[in-house]
């Protein structure tokens, strides 16, 4: 790990495709690299993103499978998991206090207060997102989804192997 470049959000390689396409993945694993990892991991679009809360819309999910070795599997379930939970908890206790103070309180900004203490308690789980970069991510879009890779070399060998197949459709 480089420590003198980049300080803070490391430097994501995103590479986007079409939806309809199949991406193909390089065979080794995306969190430790390890040659025919032997397994894959399920990865689906972020299901909480800004524009979750700003829409409250989910959207179709999209899944994509990913090679990963199995100690890799298991280590990155239990990261979402933990999320998860993470993230419900700061929820909860966020709309619990919204809830409390509300009933106590009767004005014109009622309605703003409860905004402001939702948002309050919802910045660890944007914070989350920042400190525990994901081996992978991605962002589906209407018509095309965004690979993010956080190792660079990963991602340009993905790049590689997915350009050739546009090649192919005639795109180049
Ligand atoms: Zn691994």
Partial sequence: MEWGTGVGKPVRTVVNLPKG???VFPDRCVACGI???????RVGTNAIGWWTLAFWSFGPRFWVEVPACVPCCGRMRRQRWLQLAVNAAF???GVSIALALLQRYEGPFKRWIALGIALV???PVFLWETLFSRPIDMTAFSSTVDYEFRDAAYGNEFAALNQRGAGDEGHA
Wanted: hydrophobic share 40%; net charge neutral; proline share 12%.
């Fill in 21 to 23: 396409r199949t991406p």
């Fill in 35 to 41: 040659d025919h990892p032997g397994a894959t991991h």
């Fill in 91 to 93: 929820i909860v206790v």
């Fill in 121 to 123: 308690c919802l910045l």
